[in-house]
């Protein structure tokens, strides 16, 4: 094949310009604006739930500010998931604050809600109090448990801030993931589902909370005709020049969701009898996942082969694929954490590829990925 197929391009709808434009021309190129207003209202009109939506500078900005107005301080421990990318864990750490991980379970690979209830108890009863937060992800845009994990969190009284970074659009019993905790963060990087080119959203239950974020994310400025700061602020909000990519993103955000649903299906048709090789697929009638990275298992003993060998094989073949991600107990970084795991993420970690999916990819396209998957592992021919 003479093109490179990537893992998941950025798809612009041709209306971006024309937001873009507006701004230049009406001299808003700075952070808030028309665009910035608008976008934010389109996504609280996808989403739903009468929540309410903060257009941010990136995804990790909308976890960290959902941390502080949660009241995240030095000393407190936060529980995030293990198996997920630095972005749901870094923020806690900004707080001075200790992340304590928790290992995922096999049929969403997201938050195991027994080893989170486990891990209250046991954090409880080693420091006297109880975590200050739990950060959930719904990886590669597959629901979490919510209901299990927001029971825990509610027995114990403990708030949850969803990370649907990659989670767009996914559905867990017909309603939008990010609007089952207190707090929920949005991506809107590069490789996201849309893009604004970098940028992120923080999804409230009010405007109340609405306008305490956005006062922290505009550096604290208490209304004087003069600069005066009684807290600390960041420079977090989204500019009106990303906003308006956001907004033509926007008109075709369900058209990319029905695409990666799409190549999923295609996958999940071809790899369907083949011994050996697991496509990542909704576990029930309660999931509606974006499938924003398909993703693979691969068994070393049934294919002969494993996951690294196949990720240079086809990459010599004009194929972009990724590991899954490397557990954050396992990073050198957080080396000393506490962590509660029973192997889940590093088995998944060891055998696992994320495989072509976006809008850019074609049936065609999935047809000579798979091919190219069937041929590194020796054991299927």
């Known amino acids: 094949m003479d093109k490179r197929i990537y893992l998941c391009l950025a798809h612009m709808s041709g209306k971006e310009q024309e937001y873009i434009k507006e701004a230049f021309d009406t001299n808003w190129v700075v952070p808030l604006g028309p665009n910035v207003n608008a976008f934010e209202e389109d996504l609280e009109r996808f989403i739903g739930q009468d929540k309410q939506v903060v257009a941010l500078s990136a995804g990790t900005a909308a976890i960290h500010l959902g941390l502080v107005l949660l009241g995240v301080k030095p000393g407190d ?33 997201n938050m195991d809600p ?29 629901p979490a448990k919510m209901d299990e994990i927001c029971a825990v969190a509610d027995k114990y009284g403990i708030p949850v801030l969803e990370d649907a970074a990659e989670a767009l659009g996914s559905e867990y019993k017909g309603r939008k993931c990010g609007t089952f905790g207190h707090f929920g963060a949005l991506s809107f990087n590069g490789n996201k589902m849309i893009t604004t080119s970098g940028g992120g959203a923080l999804i409230v239950p009010d405007e109340t909370a609405k306008k305490e974020v956005m006062f922290y994310a505009t550096q604290a400025r208490e209304p004087f005709p003069y600069y005066q700061h009684e807290r600390i602020g960041y420079n977090y909000r989204m500019s ?142």
């Open 114 to 142: 027994v080893l989170l209830e486990q891990a209250i108890n046991d954090r409880m009863a080693k420091t006297g109090k109880k975590p200050k937060a739990i950060i959930p992800v719904h990886l590669y845009g597959m």
């Open 240 to 381: 009106n020049i990303c906003a308006g990519i956001g907004r033509g993103q926007m008109t075709v955000l369900d058209e990319h969701i029905a695409h990666h649903r799409h190549v999923h299906a295609l996958y999940k048709e071809a790899f369907e009898d083949v011994d050996g090789i697991t496509l990542k697929c909704n576990p029930g009638a309660d999931w509606n996942a974006n499938y924003w990275l398909c993703t693979i298992l691969i068994d070393p003993v049934k294919t002969g082969t494993d996951y690294e060998a196949v990720r240079v094989a086809l990459d010599g073949k004009g194929i972009e694929t990724r590991p899954l991600w490397k557990p954050m107990h396992l990073q050198p970084v957080y080396a000393k954490a506490t962590a509660y795991v029973k192997g889940v993420s590093e088995r998944l970690f060891s055998q696992g590829l994320c495989i072509p999916a976006g809008p850019w990819v074609t049936d065609a396209d999935v047809a000579y990925i798979v091919e190219q998957i069937k041929a590194c592992c020796k054991k299927l021919h």
């Open 77 to 109: 421990e936060v529980i995030c998931q293990s198996f997920t990318f630095c972005a749901s864990a870094n923020p806690v750490t900004y707080l001075g604050a200790t992340p304590v991980f928790v290992d995922s379970e096999e049929d969403t690979w």
